[in-house]
C-alpha cells in the first residue's frame, strides 16, 4: 500500500482530459432524470397546488372537482402518507402542510396523465385559507425575535482588552443578498415500484443516501425497500443536498397510492418559488486595530435568514462564523451567530455554505476601514494575513500559511498591480465622468463537512476477467468533474489505461450511506475510497504476478525471485521493479488470478483523519486542510448610470497536485463568475407590501433575476493553479476546487467600491450594498460626489 498521496512516476491522475460526458453534452446524448420518464408506459405526470398566501392556515381543501378533470388520477395530500408527513432531516418540514408558510407553498400535488391534464386538475381544487401575520424580511425577523435552531458564538481571547488597547476602532452594519442556483437543470425525481413492492427512484439529488431515508420514513418503509439512483445533474451547486428529497418522496408516492411510474418535474417558474436560496446574512460589527493597522480585536452578530425551515442553516451559518476571519489573524474575536425565521422559501446549501458571507463580513470590514486608517487597501489585508504559526478563532493551527504570502506576492507580480494601479490613479485624475478601481483579496476556505460523520466515503470496484474495470462511487456528477477525476484514480490506482475503465451511475445499492457531494470534498472522500478498493485487488494481483513473474524470469534470466511489494503496475503492463522487459499484460495477470480463484473485486472505505469538532464550544479541528487563492481585479464604473465592465481579472489559486487540471481550470472559472453574480448582479427581490401579493418571489423568471453571461466574464481573464503545492494526506497530493474559487470574485466588489470611491474626495469611504448591481454602484458614486463638494458636511 502507498501513502494516499503519493504518486506513481506514471498514471492517468494530472493529465489535463476533458470532462468523461462533455461529447454526450454538447451532443445531446447525455441523460437526465426527466429524460427516462419517455421510456415508460402509463407514465403519471406531477403538478403542485401552490399556496398564494405568505402564511396561512388550510382551513379547507376539496380536491373531487381534480378528479372530474379528463385525464386526472389521483391528488396527493396527507391523507395519502402511509409513514410521517415530513421531507426533512429536522422534521419541521410537512411535505403536505396545513400551515402554509411561504408564497408558493405546495399543498397537495395532482397527478394526471399528461403535465396539461394536471395542471388544469390543480386548478380545479376548491382551498381555503385563514391569512396569517407573516415576516418577509431579515429587518421584520430581527425586530420580532423570531429565530429559529441554535445560537453559536465563536470566541478567543478578550475583546474588551483587544479594543482597550487598539489605536483605532470602527463600527457599523452590513447587508449581503442571497443567490438563486439557477441551475440549468431543475428539480426532477421518477418513481416506480416492481412485483415485490420496491421502489426506485431516479433523482436529480447530491445526497442519494439522504434521499432514500427521506423518501423510505414517508412511505413507512426501511431504507432497503427503498433505491436511489443519480445519473448526473445539470447543476448542483448545493441545491440538490436537501431539498430534492420532498419531490423524490412526491414521485414515490404517488408511484405507491397508484402502482404506475410518476414523473416529477420543476418547470423553472415553480423551482424558482418552491426551492431555497443562498441565505442572506446581515451583520453588526466593531473592530479595532493597532497604529500599524493590525487587527486586534472583532466583535460581531451575524444573523441569517433561514426562510420558513431549517434545512441546513445551522451548519450554514457555523461555517459562515469559522469563516469571518477569511485570510487574516485577529487575536481576540467574539462573533455571535443566529437564524432568522420568515416566511420565505428554506434557505439551504450554494457553493461555499456560509463561508462566502463570513468571509464577505471581514473583507468589507477591511474596504470600509482602510481609507480612514489612511492604507491604501491592499496594504491593509496584507499586513493582516496569516503567518506561519498562527492559528485561527476555532484553535486550528493555519497549516501552510506560508502560501497566502507565496500567492500574495506572485500574483502581484504577475499581474503587475504596482504598475496598473499608477495606471488607474492617472486615468481617474484625467476622466472626471468614469472611474477605475483595482483591488486584490485573498482567499482561505477550510475543506471538510462540519459534520463529523459525514467526512467518510464507499467504492466499489470490480475488475473482471478480461481486464476491464468497473468502479461505483458515493459522490454524484453535477457537470464539476467528479466522475472524470474518478476514473483518473482509478486508473492510475491500477496502473491501467484510462479506457480500460468505467464508472457505473451512483446508486444507494451498491455504496451505502454516503454523504452528499458537498462541502468540496467529493474527490477528496470517494477518490480515497476508489483508491483503497484499488489497492486491495492491486495487492491480490501482485501476489498472482510474483508468481509468474518469478517463473518466466527463472526461464529467461537464470534466477529472479520476485517478492510481490516489488511488483509494478503501470500502463497495462505488471513487471519487476528494475525489469520492464520481463512484463506482463493487465488482462493476462486478471486471467490468471481467475483460475487461482482470486477476488477481482473491492469495497472501498476512506474516512477523513485527524478531524475532531466541538459544536457546543465552536472549537477544534474541524477541517482537514485549507485551501488558498488570491485575485486580482479591475473595473470600470461609468458615472452616469453606474454601470460597469470587468476589464481584467488575474486568478491564482492552489488545489495542490491536481487531479485534472484541465477540470480544475474550469472550476476556478466557473467559481468565480458565480461569485461574481452573487456580488454584482444576482438580485432577489420579494414583495415586502402589506397587499395581497406580500411575500411573493418578485424575481421568479430569466427575465426578472440577472444572472452572469458571457458579457460579464472578463475581458482578459488570466487564470493559473498554484505550483509545487502538493498536500499530503489526500488522494494523490490534490486539493478540493468546488468551492474555493467562489470566493475570489470579491475583489470584483472592491474593486467597484474603489472606483465609486473615486468620485468622491481623497481617503472617501465608500459603502457600497450586496449584490454590487450598477443601481448600487451609482448610489455608492453619488454619495462620493457629494462629499467631494460638502466636504464640511461629509467630514461630520
Known amino acids: 500500500m502507498t501513502s494516499l498521496h503519493e504518486r506513481p512516476p506514471a498514471g492517468a491522475v494530472g493529465e489535463a482530459i476533458a470532462h468523461e460526458s462533455a461529447e454526450a453534452h454538447v451532443t445531446g446524448h447525455a441523460l437526465y432524470t426527466d429524460d427516462l420518464g419517455v421510456r415508460l408506459q402509463n407514465l403519471l405526470h406531477a403538478w403542485p397546488l401552490q399556496a398564494p398566501h405568505a402564511h396561512a392556515r ?8 381534480a378528479l372530474a378533470v379528463p385525464g386526472v388520477v389521483w391528488v396527493l395530500t396527507a391523507q395519502d402518507v402511509p409513514g410521517v408527513n415530513d421531507a426533512g432531516v429536522k422534521h419541521d418540514e410537512p411535505l403536505f402542510p396545513g400551515e402554509v408558510m411561504y408564497h408558493g407553498h405546495a399543498v397537495c400535488w395532482v397527478l394526471a396523465e399528461s403535465l396539461e391534464a394536471a395542471r388544469l386538475g390543480a386548478e ?46 470602527f463600527t457599523g452594519e452590513f447587508e449581503m443578498g442571497g443567490q438563486e442556483h439557477f441551475y ?19 433523482s436529480s439529488t447530491q445526497h442519494p443516501t439522504e434521499t432514500q431515508e427521506i423518501v423510505a420514513h414517508v412511505l413507512g418503509l426501511p431504507s432497503h425497500a427503498v433505491t436511489v439512483q443519480c445519473l448526473r445533474m445539470g447543476g448542483g451547486f448545493g441545491g440538490k443536498e436537501m431539498q430534492p428529497h420532498g419531490y423524490a418522496a412526491v414521485a414515490a408516492l404517488g408511484a405507491v397510492r397508484t402502482g404506475r411510474p410518476v414523473r416529477l418535474r420543476l418547470n423553472r417558474q415553480q423551482d424558482l418559488t418552491l426551492t431555497g436560496k443562498r441565505h442572506p446574512f446581515h451583520a453588526s460589527w466593531k473592530v479595532g486595530f493597532d497604529e500599524d493597522g493590525r487587527l486586534l480585536a472583532l466583535q460581531a452578530t451575524l444573523t441569517s435568514d433561514g426562510g420558513w425551515s431549517l434545512d441546513l ?22 462573533v455571535h451567530g443566529r437564524i432568522a425565521r420568515t416566511n420565505k422559501t428554506s434557505q439551504t446549501a450554494f457553493r461555499g455554505f456560509g463561508g462566502p458571507q463570513g468571509m464577505l463580513v471581514i473583507e468589507d470590514i477591511l474596504g470600509r476601514c482602510a481609507p480612514s486608517l489612511g492604507l491604501d487597501a491592499h496594504e491593509l489585508r496584507r499586513r493582516n494575513l496569516y503567518r506561519p504559526g498562527e492559528s485561527t478563532p476555532y484553535g486550528q493551527p493555519v497549516r501552510h500559511a506560508e502560501r497566502l504570502e507565496d500567492l500574495w506576492t506572485t500574483l502581484l507580480e504577475r499581474s503587475s498591480f504596482a504598475a496598473r494601479a499608477e495606471e488607474v490613479r492617472a486615468f481617474n485624475a484625467a476622466h472626471p465622468h468614469t472611474k477605475r478601481g483595482l ?108 508468481g509468474a513473474l518469478s517463473r518466466q524470469g527463472k526461464a529467461k534470466v537464470g534466477t529472479l525471485g520476485i517478492h510481490p511489494d516489488d511488483v509494478r503496475f503501470e500502463h497495462g503492463r505488471v513487471f519487476p521493479v528494475g525489469h520492464p522487459e520481463l512484463g ?7 486471467h490468471d488470478a481467475y483460475h487461482l480463484r482470486t477476488q477481482l473485486w473491492a469495497a472501498g472505505y476512506y474516512r477523513t483523519p485527524g478531524l475532531h469538532w466541538d459544536r457546543e464550544r465552536m472549537q477544534g479541528e474541524p477541517f482537514k486542510y485549507f485551501s488558498y487563492g488570491a485575485s486580482v481585479s479591475e473595473v470600470e464604473v461609468d458615472g452616469f448610470t453606474g454601470a460597469y465592465r470587468l476589464r481584467r481579472v488575474d486568478l491564482l489559486h492552489d488545489v495542490g497536485n491536481s487531479l485534472s487540471p484541465l477540470i480544475d481550470l474550469g472550476q476556478v472559472e466557473g467559481g468565480f463568475v458565480q461569485g461574481a453574480g452573487w456580488l454584482t448582479l444576482e438580485d432577489l ?27 460579464e466574464v472578463p475581458e482578459v481573464f488570466n487564470v493559473a493553479l498554484l505550483e509545487r503545492a502538493t498536500e499530503s494526506g489526500v488522494v494523490y497530493g490534490s486539493k478540493a476546487v468546488g468551492e474555493p474559487p467562489l470566493m475570489l470574485a ?38 462620493a460626489r457629494w462629499a467631494r463638494v460638502n466636504p464640511e458636511v461629509a467630514a461630520d
Open 584 to 590: 506482463l499484460e493487465f488482462r493476462q495477470v486478471v
Open 746 to 783: 470579491i475583489s470584483v466588489r472592491e474593486a467597484l467600491r474603489q472606483a465609486a470611491a473615486a468620485f468622491g474626495p481623497p481617503g472617501h469611504v465608500s459603502d457600497l450594498a450586496s449584490p454590487a448591481t450598477p443601481e448600487a454602484v451609482f448610489w455608492a458614486l453619488s454619495a
Open 313 to 334: 442553516s445551522e451548519p450554514v451559518l457555523a461555517r459562515a462564523l469559522c469563516h469571518i476571519d477569511n485570510a487574516y489573524f485577529i487575536p481576540h474575536v467574539e
Open 124 to 169: 380545479q381544487i376548491e382551498v381555503e385559507y385563514e391569512v396569517l401575520p407573516a415576516l418577509v424580511t431579515l429587518e421584520e425577523a430581527i425586530a420580532a425575535g423570531s429565530f429559529q435552531g441554535t445560537q453559536p458564538t465563536l470566541r478567543r481571547g478578550d475583546v474588551e482588552a483587544g479594543f482597550a488597547g487598539a489605536a483605532h476602532v
Open 685 to 711: 427581490r420579494w414583495d415586502t407590501s402589506a397587499g395581497p401579493n406580500r411575500g411573493r418571489l418578485a424575481t421568479q423568471a430569466a427575465s426578472t433575476y440577472k444572472l452572469p453571461s458571457f458579457s
Open 439 to 546: 483591488a486584490i483579496t485573498p482567499v482561505k476556505f477550510g475543506i471538510s463537512f462540519n459534520f463529523t460523520a459525514y467526512n467518510q466515503a464507499g467504492a466499489l470496484v470490480h475488475v473482471y476477467k478480461d481486464g476491464s474495470v468497473l468502479i461505483n462511487h458515493g459522490g454524484t456528477e453535477m457537470g464539476q468533474g467528479l466522475h472524470t477525476k474518478m476514473l483518473q484514480v482509478a486508473a492510475t490506482a491500477l496502473g491501467v489505461p484510462l479506457a480500460c475503465v468505467r464508472l457505473a451511475p451512483t446508486r444507494t445499492d451498491k455504496v451505502p450511506n454516503t454523504s452528499a457531494t458537498a462541502a468540496s470534498s467529493g474527490a477528496d472522500l470517494n477518490g480515497g475510497a476508489i483508491k483503497d478498493a484499488c489497492e486491495q485487488i492491486k495487492a491480490r494481483l501482485a501476489e498472482v504476478a510474483a
Open 58 to 65: 388550510v382551513t379547507r381543501l376539496h380536491v373531487a372537482p
Open 184 to 202: 440549468l437543470e431543475t428539480n426532477a425525481a421518477l418513481a416506480t415500484v416492481d412485483e415485490a413492492g420496491q421502489v426506485f427512484v431516479q
